[in-house]
């Protein structure tokens, strides 16, 4: 009587099985009964008890990790770098502010500061994200460099026309 195995028995209704009984027929396969025997019980193809037992066994292996919470690993990484982001905007900001107290911030100096370095995160902040920030137009920064190198785009005339219309844009704007 002591060698009788429990016997888990057949399917329920609609041909569903509660985790139980799934747990119950994989420590069984495990113990050492004959898989096709305990299909046959169970009413379900041993392909089924297959996977089952692999599921089982799988999880398994993620309770015994050192470190459990890899979902949580990988939102820390988002967040982490969220942070970044939020940290090299707010350098930016910090040094729109130093270059503002003497006025504007020029399109070169966006284009040195995009060259640098944050000290946070170690990556080049790059023309895109301070012209973002500071609110400069990178076609601007890129029509200052040609014109710092001598090629003016339109000829001498065009930056004339440029130069008086910023001017008296500038003059005539209520802020």
Not at 2 to 18: F, H, I, N, Y
Not at 130 to 151: D, P
């Amino acid at each position: 009587m002591g060698d009788e195995k429990p016997r888990v028995s057949r399917l329920g209704r609609a041909g569903r099985m509660t985790v139980t009984r799934k747990r119950e027929a994989v420590i069984r396969l495990l113990r050492g009964d004959d898989l096709e025997l305990v299909s046959r019980e169970l009413g379900v193809t041993a392909a089924t008890l297959s996977n089952w037992r692999e599921a089982f066994l799988s999880g398994g292996d993620c309770a015994l990790k050192d470190r459990p919470g890899d979902d949580r690993q990988e939102l820390i990484k988002r967040l982490e770098a969220k942070i970044g982001q939020i940290t090299m905007d707010n350098e930016l900001l910090r040094e729109k502010i130093v270059r503002m107290e003497g006025g504007h911030p020029r399109a070169t100096e966006a284009e040195a500061i995009s060259r640098s370095v944050s000290a946070y995160t170690s990556q080049y902040y790059g023309l895109s994200r301070v012209c973002e920030v500071w609110g400069v137009a990178r076609s601007t920064v890129y029509w200052q460099r040609r014109v710092q190198q001598g090629r003016f785009p339109g000829g001498v005339r065009a930056l004339w026309v440029l130069v008086v219309t910023r001017s008296w844009w500038t003059r005539s704007r209520p802020y």
